[in-house]
């Protein structure tokens, strides 16, 4: 019984004192036409001025029904990690949505780029394909990454929602009751 209390205490500790990032989308529009494309923002805050986000890797999830994502490159990333010059920026590595940056600055450039803002990570495009009620865009960890600090420690992050939109045929406007 000890024991299981003292892990349970170690697990406390470890999780208490980790660093955090609240990761979240912003979209220009929520309502949108087929054909029409919409640009999402991806945004990350960190918890406190200690932290740094020095690598990130994620998926991009929606219904391919629906959306097509608009072709990505490197103008795509945010600069919080530094240009194309200083961090290995990959898209599409681990499947056709997978978003990867790692960053070569050194922890005291990359936390001035970082400190006390919100700060963007990536922005896509996306066009509508097909109507429909609804659909939604949200992001998931990849099992070798996610969003670590400058050490290696990954960061618990926080994904605020999802982007919700409401699709309408081409040239159908919404009538209010």
Same mark, same amino acid.
Not at 27 to 46: C, M, P, R, W, Y
Not at 78 to 88: E, K, Q
Not at 106 to 112: A, E, H, R, V
């Given at each position: 019984?000890? *024991?299981?209390?003292?892990?349970?205490?170690? $697990? @406390?500790? +470890?999780?208490? &004192?980790?660093?955090?990032?609240? *990761?979240s989308l912003s979209?220009?529009?929520? $309502? @949108?036409? +087929?054909?029409? &494309?919409?640009?999402?923002?991806?945004?990350?805050?960190?918890d406190d001025q200690e932290s740094n986000l020095a690598l990130f890797d994620f998926f991009v999830e929606f219904d391919s029904g629906i959306f097509n994502l608009s072709p990505l490159d490197y103008s795509n990333?945010?600069?919080?990690?530094?240009?194309?010059?200083?961090?290995?920026?990959d898209i599409g590595a681990l499947g056709s949505n997978n978003i990867f940056e790692s960053?070569?600055?050194?922890?005291?450039?990359?936390?001035?780029?970082?400190?006390g803002q919100s700060f963007r990570l990536f922005s896509f495009e996306l066009t509508s394909l097909a109507p429909t009620v609804s659909s939604k865009i949200f992001l998931s960890e990849s099992l070798f990454g996610g969003f670590l600090d400058f050490d290696?420690?990954?960061?618990?992050?926080?994904?605020?929602?999802?982007?919700?939109?409401?699709?309408?045929?081409?040239?159908e406007t919404l009538r209010y009751l």
């Open positions: 019984m000890k *024991i299981m209390s003292a892990i349970a205490f170690l $697990l @406390i500790v +470890v999780c208490s &004192s980790a660093n955090a990032i609240t *990761i979209s220009s529009q929520s $309502l @949108i036409n +087929v054909g029409d &494309s919409v640009t999402v923002d991806i945004f990350a805050e960190l990333f945010g600069s919080a990690l530094g240009g194309p010059f200083d961090s290995i920026q960053t070569f600055l050194d922890i005291t450039t990359l936390s001035s780029l970082q400190f290696g420690n990954l960061l618990l992050s926080q994904i605020t929602g999802t982007v919700s939109y409401t699709h309408l045929r081409a040239h």
